[in-house]
């Protein structure tokens, strides 16, 4: 870190500092209200309790308060497309005729002792379990498998060697969400929003919809609570499902829960009277606050019934197998074009280690469409030029076999960090263009590596935000997503 963090960070705890100048907030003791408050919150429940004792900005400023980035860039949001389990890279998107020529055939190459795991065939290649053709007038190989997103080629930019740092679903997972593998640390979504605020006062900064019950990868953690990524945990499939749980209490009027709030919102103020300035109090009176607007706010906005019925279909919703993951998408859409800064659409199932032949193909029949659909819709409003989509799983799949029931026709990949696919569009990167280069089976990366230090860098720097400057100081020393690492991939960037 370089030393000018830290004398940033003391101004931050003085007062609302410009946002370039490093180090944003400090912190204070806690207070213990939660008693009280739990019992008094009027329904708001897992949203707004999970913020009453957030550490928030000096009393008078408002946490998520636009503000401006570090220098111009082209993207203000991101929408982000994660597809947990780890999409095979060497199916889909990397191509490699050799690997197609000698499946079946024994590795070219020794794997270290390490990677040889239960049910894996170490000494035989799998060759594609799809066909690829080139699509575009820029000629990307895409699998047949993804014919709708293949129609997009022309605006994908295609990063072919990226790096992880785990063969674990849970360390690597956690890796891409928060650029650390060994302990809880703040969310890239949290990040974002800690730095740029939002454009929408009733909603918050950071959304993710349908993720896993654990909160680990869309935390805050020692960032200020009010930047943890809200779940949105129904899409409108399941009528009996509330999107977000706890905003409201249907048995008590909306003028009455009013006057609760304001009730809290008066004792907090007092108690902030009597101490000058309290992070954590004022966090509380901004939590509340929010989550009482967001009771108008957030029905309209999953409320899709207002789509045509050609937006509808854009997104295959409606239809099997689409409609799910499909209103996930289109509640992406509508949430970017609300004001959110950071929005999460998350699928899993991609863990194919048997059955990949017909597995991937189900799989893709889910996704293809309505990523796609997604893309057309964010272009045609105008959008995708100040959107920035990633596409990635936590890793890749192996480009030889693993085959856990002795079935050839039941045979799957197994994890891979070594080398994967990821791809991003629109905000600022270059459109038809593949960055980076693996070996001629997909194993390592040759050329053009990006380590997910890297990614991050990179999705910073497209929304104005400068990796090394984007600070928080905790525990006696500056923190931020890249760690100590991380180098903006500048070759993509248009």
Known sequence: MNEGHNAASDVGQRGLPELHEGALWGRRGFLDRRGFLASSACGFGALALGVLCAEQTAAGSRALSVRPPHYRAPARRVIFLFMAGGPSHVDLFDYKPLLARDGGKKLPFKLPAAQVGVGFDATRLLAP???????????????????????????????????????????????????????????????????????????????????????????????????????????????????????????????????????????NRRKLARLGSDEQIQGMIESFELAFRMQTETPKLVDISDESAATLKLYGIGEKPTDEFGRQCLLARRFAEAGVRFIQVSLGGWDHHNKIRSGLRELCAKADGPIAGLLADLKNRGLLDDTLVVWTGEFGRTPYSQNLSSVDSEVGRGHHPQAFTAWVTGGGVKGGIVHGKTDDYGYRGVEGKVHIHDLHATILHLLGLDHERLTYQHAGRDFRLTDVYGRVVDEIIA
């Open 129 to 267: 379990v799809s066909t690829f053709h080139r699509q575009g007038g820029c000629g990307l190989p895409v699998s047949d498998l993804l014919p709708h997103l293949g129609r997009h080629a022309d605006e994908l930019c295609v990063l072919q060697a990226v790096q992880s740092d785990s063969p674990n679903h849970a360390l690597a997972t956690a890796l891409v969400h928060t650029g650390f593998i060994s302990e809880l640390r703040p969310s890239m979504g949290a990040w974002v929003a800690y730095g740029l605020g939002t454009e929408n006062e009733n909603l918050p900064a950071y959304i993710t919809i349908l993720p896993k019950e654990d909160g680990r990868n869309y935390s805050s953690s020692f960032l200020p609570a009010i930047y943890q990524g809200t779940p949105l945990r129904s899409v409108g499939s399941n009528p009996s499902e509330l999107p977000i749980r706890h905003l409201s209490d249907p048995e008590v009027a909306g003028s009455l829960q009013r006057r609760r709030v304001e009730l809290i919102q008066a004792m």
